[in-house]
């Protein structure tokens, strides 16, 4: 394929293999790695190893390294590894040790940098879909004014303009946050993490490149499936501090993908965006089961099975969510259907409740938090 990947990597070989297996399927023309230095001496075997394996190239492909020797920290490590591959390359993918891509996202990204290479509009091709089974107009992507980085694709031009210091940013948080989000909690949300960041207290690099974006008014591309899947959120994540609910989404394929006939932010999908960052750890879930019960209204009843399978698994069987899946199930006249979510629901809650709503308090209350 005649496309170039960077591939950033640190100190977690395991990680690294299961995210170069991916690489490798699709056999970029050419491969740039890049790697930060160890933290201390321990760490050195590590980060030996997965420099190792992100180096297994066994198909005709130029690669390029950039290694560390001493460390940088994630903000200075990654933008300046993005920096120097979009200074020797005009476009090309973006992958971290943690992201698995699916054989589709290749194109998809190789399709997309060609249709809109020439768009100033469009900053970033995201491979990762926050919707939980939530299809956003005909398309095979949407636009949003968020740019999701777990696996993602740009332009050297769009690169350009990335603003690692984020000058004038207790500027635009006064004036135009609030107005580029429409969503006053999520604003907030943004404006805090904005200032962590600014200040050297949160030490990545990613939400400098959102900030970026909105600062020009640009567009970000997200597919309908999630066509990366993050592996990497455990106990020895850099940021992701234990599991997260995202790391539940699956990776799937995209056919032939299929150009939305209007270039413009869908506003329900990034509404959901920021109720999401709001709701985030372990009170995500009533909003969520509220989304799932909106869906199931709206007749969506794959994209109501998706999440509700998703809350079940991170969250337990929630007793509001076992109410969905028996009404979704009366709705489809499904017999063997009813009759296995409604005995799921009694073996849970036998306690003779009928359906309640979706309130908090009809959920569990043993619910588990978000770790």
């Not at 234990?242 to 993908?257: E, H, I």
Request: aromatic share 12%.
């Amino acid at each position: 394929m005649q496309l170039a990947v960077l591939f950033m990597v640190f100190n977690r070989p395991a990680l690294t293999e299961r995210s170069f297996q991916a690489i490798r399927a699709a056999r970029p023309a050419r491969l740039y790695i890049a790697a930060d230095g160890p933290r201390h001496a321990g760490e050195a075997p590590l980060c030996a190893a997965a420099r190792a394996f992100a180096g297994r190239v066994d198909w005709p492909c130029q690669v390029k390294t950039l290694f560390h020797r001493r460390n940088l920290g994630c903000r200075l490590a990654c933008s300046s590894a993005i920096s120097w591959f979009f200074r020797q390359e005009p476009e090309g993918v973006v992958l971290e040790d943690d992201c698995v891509a699916h054989p589709d996202f290749f194109n998809y990204c190789r399709e997309l940098l060609e249709y809109y290479r020439n768009d100033a509009r469009v900053m970033v091709i995201s491979g990762s879909n926050f919707q939980y089974g939530k299809q956003r107009g005909p398309g095979s992507y949407y636009f949003s004014r968020f740019s999701h980085i777990w696996g993602w694709a740009s332009w050297a031009r769009a690169w350009h303009n990335y603003d690692i210091e984020m000058r004038g940013l207790e500027a635009f948080c006064r004036g135009r946050l609030r107005d580029t989000l429409q969503h006053a909690g999520a604003a907030a949300f943004f404006m805090r993490k904005f200032m962590y960041v600014a200040h050297g207290l949160d030490n990545t690099w990613d939400y400098q490149l959102q900030y970026s974006v909105w600062k020009r008014r640009a567009l970000c591309i997200i597919p309908n499936v999630n066509l990366v899947a993050n592996i990497g959120q455990g106990t020895d994540s850099t940021h992701g501090g234990g599991l997260n609910f995202d790391s539940l989404r699956r990776a799937s394929g995209l056919a032939s993908v299929v150009h939305p006939a209007i270039a413009a932010v869908d506003a329900e999908a990034d509404r959901f965006e920021c109720e999401r960052r709001v709701n985030e750890n372990a009170i995500l879930w009533p909003m969520l089961t509220r989304e799932a019960a909106r869906r199931l209204n709206e007749g969506d009843l794959k994209a109501m099975k998706a999440l509700t399978a998703m809350i079940k698994e991170y969250y337990g069987p929630l007793r509001a969510v076992l109410q969905l899946e028996v009404m979704a199930a009366l709705l489809g006249g499904d017999s063997e259907e009813i009759a296995r979510a409604t005995c799921l629901l009694e073996e849970q809650y036998p306690d003779g409740e009928t359906l309640t709503g979706l309130s908090k308090e009809s959920a569990a209350p043993e619910a588990r938090s978000a770790a």
